[in-house]
């Protein structure tokens, strides 16, 4: 699939809120197709891009702490509340809890995929403009990207991998109820869902999609991605019952 068309597809299936956050890839390509396209132009629309997409990274990350911190307090006070209790008198409690750290895991998976998509269409339209006028902007711009708050998910990727695991923990009945099926099953059903659980399974797939090895592979492009860490958001949504709560 054409770049292009992937990063259309990307931001329609983002959040609305997200939509103007993004690469703007065909205004850029279509610069680049100009008679005379200009270096200094070129190079302040990339760094206009660069400073929107730092802004929008830290702006998220930042809540993301912050929600980090609110749902452990609400699991904390949660299992003090169960004690030895029966789980099903918070059955309520609980779902709410799951579907919150469900959402919270699905946004981030979507910063993550935000970082690298927009990474990769700097990238591409960096290729695109040294082909076009014989320059050799694209190896000192990534550099420079490659300092970049918005390139820098090693924060994100440790609290998704977190909440996976915490999700592990409290929901194993999940984790057996999705021995078995099939992950184009998964895929599909997930596809078909509403929210932000359709978008994280969208965002996942692009990821897969611009990380994979292939003739076109170089320098410049993101490391294969290793799906196994993100397993979880491709499983049912529905809360199982009982639920068990670590104690």
């Known amino acids: 699939m054409k770049f292009g068309k992937r990063i259309k597809e990307q ?28 270096e200094s132009i070129f190079v302040c629309l990339l760094n206009a891009e660069i400073e929107k997409f730092n802004a929008f990274f830290v702006e998220q990350e930042e809540d993301f702490i ?14 003090e509340k169960c ?7 918070f059955r309520e409690e609980i779902g709410e809890i799951r579907k919150d750290i469900v959402n ?7 910063l993550v995929n935000y970082s690298n998509i927009n990474y990769t269409g700097l990238a591409k339209i960096l290729k695109k403009y040294d082909k076009r006028t014989g320059g050799a902007l694209r190896s000192p711009f990534i550099q420079k990207v490659l300092r970049q708050p918005f390139f820098k998910t090693d924060l994100v990727s440790r ?17 057996r109820e999705v021995e078995g099926y099939e992950r184009s099953a998964a895929v599909s059903s997930a596809a078909a869902g ?16 611009m990380r994979r090895g292939s003739s076109t592979y170089g320098a410049y492009s993101l490391p294969p991605l290793n ?14 019952s009982p639920i068990p709560i670590p104690y």
Not at 104 to 110: N, R
Not at 159 to 175: K, N, S
Request: proline content about 6%; glycine content about 2%; cysteine-free.
């Open 227 to 240: 799906l196994s860490d993100s397993d979880l958001v491709l499983r049912p949504v529905h809360v199982p």
């Open 159 to 175: 609290l998704v991998r977190e909440w996976e695991t915490t999700m592990d923990a409290m929901f194993p009945a999940l984790t």
């Open 11 to 38: 931001i329609q299936e983002s959040l609305p809120e997200w939509r103007d956050k993004f690469l703007r890839y065909k205004e850029l390509k279509n610069l680049i197709s100009s008679p005379a396209p200009a």
């Open 104 to 110: 919270f895991h699905g946004e981030m998976v979507l």
């Open 66 to 79: 912050i929600h980090h911190k609110e749902l452990q307090y609400r699991i904390q006070r949660l299992v």
């Open 194 to 209: 509403e929210g932000i659980f359709r978008n994280t399974v969208a965002a996942l797939m692009t990821m897969r999609e």
């Open 83 to 89: 004690g030895d209790n029966d789980d099903v008198m």
